[in-house]
């Protein structure tokens, strides 16, 4: 089993920044890619970015590129998503997520970030 726990989102005006981490414990050792997708209001969960183990190769969607980075930490246990010049239309959910090489999905609890004047 793996958790993931999420923190950082918060309450921020248009144009502002913020980062999220992601601290993933128990049997990472299997991990294969790390990233996060965000559910907004009324909306379906999106994947925001990825990053994947064996190559360090990540993904960022087209929504966000440019203003959104994905990293990670040596030891691959922290998984970060920096956002810059945040938009009203950012405000959602943000849930870090894992899948291991055996293909099972793991999931954060989500925090909240919202974007308003």
């Known amino acids: 089993q793996v958790q993931l726990e999420e923190s950082g989102g918060d309450l921020v005006q248009p144009g502002e920044s913020l980062r999220l981490s992601c601290v993933a414990s128990?049997?990472?050792?299997?991990?294969?890619?790390m990233g996060w997708y965000r559910q907004g209001p009324g909306a379906q969960r999106e994947l925001v970015a990825s990053?994947?183990?064996?190559?360090?190769?990540?993904n960022i969607a087209d929504s966000v590129k440019g203003r959104f980075t994905i990293s990670r930490d040596n030891s691959w246990t922290t998984v970060y998503l920096e956002m810059n010049n945040l938009k009203p239309e950012d405000t959602a959910v943000y849930y870090c997520?894992?899948?291991?090489?055996?293909?099972?999905?793991?999931w954060g609890q989500g925090t909240q970030v919202t974007v308003s004047v």
């Open positions: 997520y894992s899948k291991n090489w055996h293909g099972t999905d793991y």
């Open positions: 128990g049997a990472i050792g299997g991990l294969v890619v």
């Open positions: 990053i994947y183990k064996n190559n360090d190769h990540s």
